[in-house]
């Protein structure tokens, strides 16, 4: 435990309940008087056992730079990043940028593995190729021998690491990363522990088989924004009034199971109308006014909603309306939320 200055310094520190509770550091008052908290062995030893129990439960001892921390790089800082991982589902960190057509980066962060067993550490940012067979380290392939590229696909991406710690990355298909562990290459490098996995996110592949343009937001890494406007897309639903709700077919806009972050638009041209979004799992109930994301008052109007809304597996959602035939619903995905959720 850390030491009590209080006890181990009797005399030589300064009382402080509120903001020191251990004991707070004191000056000398006359020159080798014995009245300043000394600086030695003992509280050197104390300081940087935290620092480096945070090392070791961070990035991971061999991952230090080796040079004093600056505000540009700390190790520090990094392995404090790591270990906020947390149990539970946790993650920190692990913002990716796209570079190119076919090259992605993750940057430092860590997670909890999906088993909910342990934190898994990147010390560093790692770019990977999805066009390329997986090939540990930096600037190398990121998708799984056997495993093809293919147009129009979502892919997701994997946090793994060894039992040492060592961390990699890399994209799959399969929800527990099945095809990753298959690779042989990704055995023989060491990642041989199953549970060691985490989805950190997913990546389109367009019809080009390329990784469709989009941002991840470095305030909430789970979220991410098309970044061009032909990513985008426009639908129009006309269900029948209250009879049953009506699918919405999302294309490949959004990530199974993940939150669209859809404005809609509804157009009101005859009279009073209401209208309720839903998904598969929720009940086809009949629109009322307490039922419903929007209410239309009066003729002309036009009403907006733009918020996080669950698709489902299927890529759909639903409109149920009380509303004349001719009126016309629309909705723009302008990105999606990843859930991050632990199975």
């Known amino acids: 435990m850390a030491l009590d200055w209080l006890v181990t310094y009797a005399g030589r520190v300064l009382v402080d309940a509120l903001n020191y509770p251990l004991g707070k550091a004191r000056d000398v008052t ?16 104390d300081w940087s056992g935290f620092f480096q129990k945070l090392i070791v439960n961070g990035i991971g001892l061999g991952n230090e730079s080796g040079v004093p921390d600056t505000v540009v790089a700390s ?4 392995s404090m990043i790591a270990v906020t991982g947390g149990a539970g589902g946790s993650r920190t960190g692990l913002v990716v940028t796209r570079d190119s057509t076919v090259l992605m980066t993750a940057g430092i962060g860590a997670a909890r593995n999906q088993a909910d067993t342990v934190n898994l550490v990147l010390p560093v940012a790692m770019q990977k190729d999805i066009s390329a067979t997986w090939v540990q380290g930096d600037t190398n392939g990121g998708l799984p021998d056997g495993l093809a590229l293919t147009a129009d696909t ?20 399969s929800p527990t990363a099945a095809n990753i562990f298959a690779d042989a290459n990704v055995v023989a490098a060491g990642f041989s ?5 985490r989805r ?6 367009d019809a080009g088989s390329t990784i469709q343009d989009h941002i991840n937001s470095i305030q909430d890494p789970s979220r991410y924004y098309w970044n061009v406007t032909d990513s985008d897309f426009v639908v129009g639903v006309s269900p029948v009034p209250n009879v049953a709700r009506a699918a919405i077919t999302l294309s490949n ?15 009101n041209t005859t009279s009073s109308d209401q209208f309720r979004i ?32 669950e698709v489902d597996s299927n890529q759909q959602l639903f409109v149920r309306a009380d509303w004349a035939a001719d009126n016309e619903a629309r909705g723009i995905v302008y990105g999606w939320k990843d859930t991050l959720a632990i199975p």
């Open 30 to 45: 006359i020159p080798l008087d014995g009245t300043g908290t000394p600086w030695e062995e003992l509280l050197i030893r």
């Open 200 to 205: 950190f996110g997913w990546t389109f592949v």
């Open 193 to 197: 522990d199953v549970t060691r996995y």
């Open 278 to 309: 839903s998904t598969a799992a929720m009940a086809d109930l009949n629109v009322s006014t307490l039922n419903c994301n929007v209410r239309l008052l009066s003729a002309g109007d036009i009403a907006n909603i733009k918020d996080l809304f």
């Open 154 to 173: 979502w892919y997701r991406r994997f946090l793994i690491t060894k039992p040492d710690g060592t961390a990699d990355w890399a994209w799959d298909t």
């Open 75 to 78: 190790d520090y800082y990094d």
């Open 253 to 267: 806009s959004v990530p199974p199971d993940c939150f669209g972050d859809i404005s809609w638009l509804f157009f």
